[in-house]
């Protein structure tokens, strides 16, 4: 049984999301290692496979990560980071702040032989999507990059795309401003040359930003800043839709009596776009699994980050992203000898 050491304090929605989504992903099977507050936590007490850890101290959204990391050794996302380390869990999962979260991974669990940048990793939910979601990497963990750092991100996905979302043969591509291989940055630009000729990888070239939410492609490759904005883009794009559309339908008589008639289809299709179908983003590149939850995060969402971290571990994503870079010779050594992806 997979166990998963998950920060019991930090989610915008409180102790009850919390609750409510650990107790959803025990019931799937899940073991857990909850470390907040037992009274705020008190409705797991009962749960078989849960058990509470206590954690005195908190990370909080006005906190430097980094200060704050090393400066709370007793706050819930640092015990729970060193749990994993320990051995004790095998992942972990936060819906606390994300720099906190990403920092205390970072120390625990240390960067993947080879890795220089690790990079947060995040599905796409795109509606009417046939077979397993996109990833998307980097969305926030590294501002700045170099080409091949871009290089590894693409190798990162295709690994886990094929390890966790069982993806044969992952199609990956660079967002750029143009399709043509001399379209963008440089780094994107001398990413591209080294990806076209590199090995153990299906690079389709250059995907421009209106194409995001297609099914050209399994693994769109950024720096975390474009990445981060992308994201946020399409978030706060399919709130802006989905409340138009119902501002719409209740506009008239006629276009109520449509709404209702749409209503169905309508909340599939919150359902497909909702950030909690997803669970978070996973953090690859490191020695061990880590999940970042979304900060709005209910039950569902905090029950699906358990459930992809306990899924990475299963399918042992550590160990396949390991072989991966190693076989395609996408180490950080390769990339300081020029042998970016040769």
């Keep these: 049984m997979t166990t998963v050491a998950l920060d019991g304090r930090g989610a915008e929605r409180g102790p009850e999301a919390i609750v409510g989504g650990a107790r959803a992903a025990a019931d799937d099977g899940i073991a857990l290692r909850v470390f907040g507050d037992p009274q705020e936590l008190g409705g797991l007490e009962s749960v078989a496979g849960v058990e509470l850890v206590p954690a005195a101290d908190e990370i909080g959204n006005e906190d430097e990560p980094v200060a704050a990391v090393r400066g709370k050794p007793d706050s819930s996302v640092v015990l729970a980071a060193a749990d994993v380390a320990a051995g004790r869990s095998d992942a972990l999962a936060s819906a606390g702040p994300t720099g906190a979260t ?33 990833l998307l990497l980097d969305v926030g963990a590294n501002a700045e990059v170099r080409a091949g750092d871009l290089v590894q991100f693409a190798y990162l996905g295709a690994a886990f795309s094929q390890a966790v979302l069982g993806v044969e043969r992952p199609r990956v591509a660079l967002l750029s401003v143009g399709e043509e291989a001399k379209k963008g940055t440089q780094n994107v630009v001398d990413a591209h040359a080294a990806l076209a000729t590199a090995s153990g990888i299906d690079f389709r070239g250059n995907l421009e930003g209106r194409d995001l939410l ?119 050594a390769a990339m300081r000898d020029g042998r970016i992806g040769q």
Excluded: C, Y
């Design 214 to 332: 297609g099914e050209g492609v399994d693994v769109i490759v950024t720096d975390g800043f474009t990445g981060n904005v992308a994201l946020k883009t399409i978030e706060g794009t399919a709130k802006a839709v989905a409340a138009a559309v119902g501002d719409a339908a209740r506009s008239n008589p006629l276009a109520a009596v449509g709404g209702l008639m749409l209503r169905p289809a309508l909340g599939g299709l919150r359902r497909e776009m909702d950030p909690d179908t997803t669970g978070g983003a996973i953090l690859l590149g490191l020695r061990g699994v880590a999940v970042v939850g979304h900060g709005s995060s209910g039950p569902e969402g905090i029950a699906n980050a358990l459930r992809l971290a306990a899924r990475a571990v299963e399918q042992d994503a550590v160990g396949r992203i390991a072989e991966l870079l190693e076989r395609a010779g996408a180490t950080r």
């Design 102 to 134: 990403m920092t205390a991974a970072l120390f625990a669990l240390r960067r993947q032989h080879g890795v220089r940048r690790p990079a947060l990793t995040v599905q796409l939910a795109v509606p009417g999507r046939d077979g397993p979601p996109s």
